[in-house]
């Protein structure tokens, strides 16, 4: 049977206190409702319906065609925001999963086990519950002598003897989507003043249906995230979960505790993560590769056999076996060639650093080109900003640029060339020349050692 997906993220989310909307909070680096989205895909070939209302425009442009948007203008609850999608979903049939978005960690597996349930029941409803110690929060679900689910009463409407309940309302369901729609107008406004979709429940035994529950066993997966705290919890279980997978496709992790990898970044087998490294974005990295201790790293690609030691990179590339640090600093469009090192307090920004150069210590390298086997000498800066413009510097194969000498960009430095110790180069040095002094001109003939 078709399975379609709808997800409910109008609500405000008060509780977040917060300028943005409940789910576009960051979780292991990616919005709510991308991991909503995420687990809806893993489930059905259908594009997930989600109902927007509170900060719509956010989730739009998150999301833009990778989902179906409906609109709740006024959030009047679980089962209002359910209605809005009436309109685009009611000739669909087959089976609907509607989950919420502030539950970030709900497996497919699970929302897999609902629809099966469904398929051999042929039930109107098969819900998901848990038991907890701590019912704080949730709707209670109420059974009768024999067992039958009969009705969900939330945690405001409860009786003294509801409250007590430990079985409670996971807030993911699977509808018979034939049944669900005219179903749904003979829900009541609640005392609150809001249409709970959790009295769906109650509509369907009153006309002798039964609902059908499955009792989740990792109340993990059931973390709803109303504030911050529970933010905090729904990370710690999200990075335990994403590190675990990748320890057991070969990443070593010193401590996995501290070390934190967003949902989207891959690892290749035989890497090495120390303490306190941080994978972010969409951060590639290749195997056998040493990172961290310290190393904070945004969507970069990093190839095999690299090491990166106490250093922040964001949008940069390493290729094979090249390394960054001690604090070094490669910003976006850094790319250090095979075999090349960056270390000591170093700055690269839009440059390439060629295969088997260096540049150890003090540099900063911004908009340039820079051939293999280069040595950039200590404290060297390439003066790429002239107060108006970016300019671009090129340094070629096998040059050799003296301690604490700036380049004032835009410039060309031939192959093999040397610059003396604390040059200032403002003019274009040809291949094999040594060019030395403020502002540096070539050395006379006969006086070829160059400072260092
Ligand atoms: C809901 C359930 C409760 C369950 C709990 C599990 C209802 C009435 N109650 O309570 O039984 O135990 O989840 O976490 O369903 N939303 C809209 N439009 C609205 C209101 C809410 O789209 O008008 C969305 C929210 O964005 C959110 C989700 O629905 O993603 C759940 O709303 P929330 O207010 O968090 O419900 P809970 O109080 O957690
Ligand atoms: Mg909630």
């Known amino acids: 049977m078709k399975i379609s997906t709808l997800i409910l993220a109008a609500g405000q989310g008060t509780r977040m206190v917060s300028n943005l909307p409940k789910v576009m909070h960051p979780l ?4 709510l409702i991308r991991h909503a989205v995420r687990t809806a895909c893993a489930v059905s070939d259908e594009k997930p319906v989600v109902v927007v209302g509170h900060g719509s425009e956010r989730v739009q442009q998150e999301m833009g065609s990778e989902v179906e948007f409906v609109f709740q203008h ?3 609850g679980t089962a209002h925001a359910v209605m809005a999608a009436e309109e685009t979903m009611r000739e669909r049939g087959g089976m609907l ?3 919420y978005a502030d539950m970030p960690l709900i497996t497919p597996r699970t929302l897999r086990s609902l629809a099966e349930c469904m398929q051999t029941d042929q039930t109107s409803i098969c819900m998901l519950t848990v038991e907890l110690d701590d019912p704080h929060g949730f709707g209670r679900v109420i059974r009768d002598p024999s067992g039958k689910v009969i009705e969900i009463v939330e945690e405001a409407q409860a009786t003294p003897a509801q409250r007590e309940i430990r079985e409670l309302n996971a807030g993911v369901y699977c509808f018979d989507a034939g049944w669900l729609w005219d179903a749904l107008h003979q829900i009541r406004i609640s005392s609150k003043g809001e249409y709970y979709l959790t009295d769906i429940v109650a509509v369907a035994t009153s006309s002798g249906r039964e609902v059908k529950a499955i009792r989740l066993d990792d109340p993990d997966e059931l973390v709803g995230i109303n504030n ?8 710690k279980i999200m990075r335990r979960r994403i590190n675990t997978a990748w320890m057991l496709q070969g990443v070593t992790m010193v401590n996995p505790e501290t070390c934190y990898i ?8 035989d890497t090495v993560l120390f303490p306190n490294t941080f994978l972010r974005g969409k951060t590639e990295i290749g195997e056998a590769c040493l990172i961290g201790p310290n190393a904070i790293i945004e969507s970069c690609k990093i190839a095999n056999g690299c090491k990166v030691i106490a250093s922040v990179m964001e949008g940069a590339q390493m290729d094979e076996g090249s390394e960054i640090g001690p604090f070094g600093h490669l910003r976006k469009g850094a790319h250090l060639g095979e075999g090349a090192h960056m270390g000591n307090f170093g ?14 210590h003090f540099s900063y390298v911004g908009d340039a080109q820079i051939a293999e086997n280069v040595n950039i000498g200590a404290g060297t800066i390439t003066c790429n900003y002239d107060g108006v413009r970016k300019n671009r510097t090129e340094i070629g194969a096998g040059a050799f640029i003296g301690s604490d ?7 060309k430095i031939g192959e093999g060339a040397k610059t003396g110790a604390g040059a200032v180069v403002t003019h274009d040095v040809p291949p094999g020349t040594v060019v030395v002094g403020v502002p540096a001109r070539p050395l006379k003939k006969g006086k070829e050692e160059v400072e260092r």
Do not use: C, W
Request: proline share 6%; charged share 25%.
């Open 228 to 235: 911050r705290i529970h933010l905090a919890e729904a990370e």
């Open 405 to 411: 000498t700036m380049l004032v960009a835009p410039l």
């Open 347 to 360: 700055e690269m920004k839009n440059s390439y650093l060629g295969p088997h150069s260096k540049m150890g």
């Open 262 to 269: 967003d949902a989207d970044v891959i690892i290749g087998k």
């Open 74 to 76: 006024e959030q009047l």
């Open 28 to 31: 292991a680096g990616k919005p």
């Open 97 to 99: 999963l509607v989950f």
